[in-house]
C-alpha cells in the first residue's frame, strides 16, 4: 500500500533549537518526496522537493530508502518557521496517471 | 496574477443535495488537481485533469465526477451529498502533468447538514 506517516500531531520547541519533522513512507517503486507548507492564514505551499536537493529557508531533507525516510530538518528553529507541515509522496501509475499522497501533517510551534 | 482561484468559499447543504465547486489555475497553467481535506487530516486526492483529460483519481466513489474545460477552469461535482462530505475542497494547479509544484487555492468549506 502506498502511504505517508507522519508520527507526530504537534511539535513543540524553542527559538534556535534543532528542528527535526519526521515522514516515512511506503511506496514500491521509486519515491518522489516534497513537504509542503501551510503558514497560518495562508495557503498551502510547497516547501522542497527531494528530487532538487535543495535548502529552503534553513530547511533540508534527505531521502532515505533504506529507513523509507524523509525526515524534514533545521538546525536552529525561528519563530516564523511555526505552521503546518506536510509530507507528501508522489504516485506514478501506468498510462502516465499521477496521484499525491500526503501526510496528516505535524503542527510546529517555535516559542520564543 | 491573483493565484489559483476557488468558489464559493462557503457552501452549506443538505444530505442528499449536490454540489458544484469551481476552480480557476494560474494562468498559463493545463493541470488542475482537485483534493479533499476532513479537519485533522492531510489533503486527499481526488482527481487530477490535465489538458481537458482526467489524468488521475484517488479512492472517491462515483457521487464524485469533475471536468476541465477549454480555459482550464474546473468544476467538481459531487451528487448525493453525505455528512461525512464535510470538509475543505482544495484546488491546486500546475504547468504540467507532473505534479512536481503545485499551486493551491485557499479552498471550498463544505458543511453538509
Known amino acids: 500500500a502506498q502511504r505517508v506517516t507522519q508520527p507526530e500531531k504537534l511539535l513543540s520547541v524553542f527559538k534556535g533549537a534543532p528542528v527535526e519533522l519526521k515522514c516515512n513512507y511506503s511506496y514500491s517503486g521509486s519515491p518522489e518526496l516534497f513537504w509542503y507548507v501551510q503558514y497560518s492564514r495562508q495557503r498551502l505551499q510547497l516547501l522542497l522537493r527531494?528530487?532538487s536537493r535543495e535548502s529552503i529557508k534553513g530547511f533540508t531533507a534527505d531521502l532515505n530508502k533504506g529507513e523509507t525516510s524523509f525526515h524534514l530538518k533545521k538546525p536552529f528553529a525561528q519563530e516564523e518557521d511555526s505552521a503546518m507541515y506536510y509530507c507528501a509522496l508522489r504516485s506514478r501509475a501506468s498510462g502516465g496517471y499521477n496521484k499525491l499522497i500526503f501526510g496528516a501533517g505535524t503542527r510546529l510551534a517555535v516559542h520564543p | 496574477d491573483a493565484g489559483v482561484t476557488q468558489s464559493p468559499t462557503h457552501l452549506i447543504k443538505t444530505r442528499g443535495q449536490q454540489v458544484t465547486l469551481r476552480c480557476s489555475p494560474i494562468?498559463?497553467?493545463?493541470?488542475v488537481s482537485w483534493y479533499q481535506q476532513v479537519l485533522g487530516q492531510g489533503p486527499q486526492f481526488i482527481f487530477q485533469y490535465y489538458e481537458k483529460e482526467e489524468r488521475g483519481r484517488g479512492n472517491f466513489p462515483d457521487r464524485f465526477s469533475a471536468r476541465q474545460f477549454p480555459n482550464y477552469s474546473s468544476e467538481l461535482n459531487v451528487n448525493a451529498l453525505l455528512l461525512g462530505d464535510s470538509a475543505l475542497y482544495l484546488c491546486?494547479?500546475?504547468?504540467?502533468?507532473?505534479?512536481?509544484?503545485?499551486?493551491f487555492g485557499p479552498g471550498t468549506r463544505l458543511t453538509v447538514l
Open positions: 494562468s498559463g497553467h493545463k493541470s
Open positions: 491546486a494547479s500546475s504547468p504540467t502533468s507532473a505534479l512536481n509544484e503545485q499551486f
Open positions: 527531494h528530487i
